[in-house]
């Protein structure tokens, strides 16, 4: 084993959570584009599409969830979203945006999409709309 121990008898080989995820979400991958006026109606159709991708943990879609933490669609139909996850230790971590990616590439006048993890702000219950609180009994 390479490595050396830090602090505390801890074993530290410079390997990080994502280091273990299929994919490992590329940091500053994902530039967002200017918030110019986009076209309305895509972005409905943008909004229900992300609508149909649900937690596999938790019975609500990312957009009621809170997950959804901007979203730009361009007149161009370029797509860029900002999400994040309930916890870094979510096991999805690494399928979720790409079924995010997925999902929006099917909809109709989009042209590229792209998808940016980011952990800050943490994601709280806090986010979630009133519908999937209703939904989960959490009022």
């Known amino acids: 084993m390479s490595g050396e121990k830090r ?3 801890r074993f530290d080989d410079g390997k990080d959570f994502f280091d ?4 490992r979400p590329a940091e500053g991958e994902a530039a967002r584009p200017e918030s110019a006026a986009g076209d309305a109606a895509l972005q409905e159709r943008v909004i229900a599409a992300l609508k149909t991708v649900r937690d596999p943990e938790i019975p609500a879609n990312l ?4 997950l959804i933490y901007d979203l ?4 161009d139909g370029r797509v860029y979203v900002e ?3 309930t916890t870094p230790a979510c ?3 690494g399928s979720l ?8 590439r099917a909809v109709p006048g989009v042209s590229d999409v792209a998808v940016k993890l980011v952990w ?7 986010r979630m709309s009133e519908e999937a609180r209703l939904e989960l009994g959490l009022l």
Not at 63 to 66: A, P, Q
């Open 63 to 66: 957009v009621d969830l809170g």
């Open 120 to 126: 800050t702000p943490p994601w709280t219950q806090e």
């Open 83 to 85: 999400m994040t996850l």
């Open 97 to 104: 945006p790409g079924e995010v990616e997925r999902v929006l």
């Open 7 to 9: 602090g505390g008898g």
């Open 72 to 75: 730009v669609v361009t007149a």
């Open 20 to 23: 273990f995820l299929p994919r």
């Open 91 to 93: 096991p999805v971590a």
